[in-house]
């Protein structure tokens, strides 16, 4: 496996009630992978895109898309592939947030121009 294609691998994380409960609890992450991604490339992609994090067990399920309806229209999500990677114990990984970045950014302008009047 070379890393181009690990770094292929992993779509991105999923934040669900459930998904955040067994991350507290049990050290377990859920992630959106690639619909042809094994567990050893999940594995693999894991420790490689959050350096110092040990894999112990990886569980795959595919996600089959719904049925939905806009108005007479109907219309299907799309498949896709989730798995449950679960850390050594002790161990997480930190997400990038964009969010909390944008955040400072503001407060600390906000602040700058109220010094400034």
Do not use: H
Request: without cysteine; aromatic residues 6%; hydrophobic residues 35%.
């Amino acid at each position: 496996m070379n890393n181009a294609r690990l770094y292929q691998v992993l779509k991105g994380p999923v934040f669900s009630e459930k998904s955040q409960l067994l991350g507290d609890s049990l050290g377990v992450q859920v992630f959106k992978v690639d619909t042809n991604a094994t567990k050893r490339e999940i594995k693999k992609a894991v420790e490689l895109m959050f350096e110092g994090v040990e894999v112990t067990k990886v569980n795959t399920l595919n996600v089959k898309g719904k049925t939905k309806r806009f108005g007479r229209t109907i219309g299907r999500r799309n498949d896709y592939k989730k798995a449950y990677v679960t850390l050594k114990a002790g161990q997480d990984v930190q997400m990038a947030d964009a969010g909390e970045e944008v955040a400072d950014t503001a407060a600390t302008t906000t602040s700058d121009a109220a010094n400034n009047e």
